[in-house]
């Protein structure tokens, strides 16, 4: 994700929920919002962890931080439809719509893989990551693999915090269109300037991880751990199965946006450089997700990220699944 230029972001994590369409379900905006807004006031210390079993795999769901995204950035709607409608949902911040950054831990006793590594406190209030991993007594060195989602800012800063590489045990899974993109000189040149941060970043993985593996579509990265091929959002862009014992979980990255996801697919965000890509992705993934049932993490939906998508009177609209009672 890019460094935002224009941001005034809060200081409380989130404390919305998330459901509904996307301009379904409206109530007073200027009372919504103001009690949200105070609401906000009030400081939170904690580190954030929620834990399920998926079969003989422990998945955690950790925390880097937040950011507030301005509500013009959201093509496809206007920026005074995607604040009502945050607002609707408590997401709404005075400079943008809440977004958390969020990461998952899967352990199954032998291997601890990392999915995405956060932004690092490149945007917002972030760079939280080392500390939830030392909150379950783990550090950086202890992470045997990591899988990078995409290349922008927010899902790979982390590994690079600092210039030097901040998993120097781990084995990195990024997919090789992603790899391929965002370290073409040309396609650098042309960027905006909003994703000159993720090209650079992008530069310094390949640089600084000997054991980077560009992957090639769907694969299973250890037993029970799969990529899923869900580009669109960039050119190389996956999810991350886990499954055992007939249970499974879906961490399906920025296929879903708060707001905005799942009612709408024609609904973008701004570094979506294909939106006819990403749109076709969410048209098909959206409906599949609902009639399996899928139970799904997210990186950007509120902590802890898990829910699922489920038709409603002839929409999509994101169901939050209860954490604590998954197993």
Known sequence: MPQLSRRAFASALPLGLLGGSLFGGMIEGASALAATQEAAKAPVSVTPLAQIRIGRFTVTA???????????????????????AAVAQFTARPSGVRLLFNQYLVEDGERRILIDAGTAGSIGQTGQLPQALAALGLQRDQIDAVIVTHMHQDHMGGLILGGKNNYPKAELYIDRRDVTHWTDAAKRNGAPDYLQTSFKMAEEVVRLYPRLQAIDGEREIVRGVSIVDLTGHTPGHIGVRVEDAGQSLIM?????????????????????????????????????????????????????GLGRVVADRGQMRWQIADWALQN
């Open 252 to 304: 399906v990255s920025d296929m879903i946006f708060p707001v905005v996801h799942p009612a709408a697919t024609d609904v973008f965000f701004l570094f979506e450089q294909d939106r006819a890509a990403a749109k076709a992705m969410r048209d098909r993934f959206f409906p599949r997700a609902a009639s399996e049932g899928a139970l799904i993490a997210a990186t950007h939906m509120p902590f802890p």
């Open 62 to 84: 950790l925390t880097d931080g937040y950011a507030d995204m301005p509500y013009d950035y959201f093509p496809g709607r206007t920026a005074a439809e995607v604040e009502q």
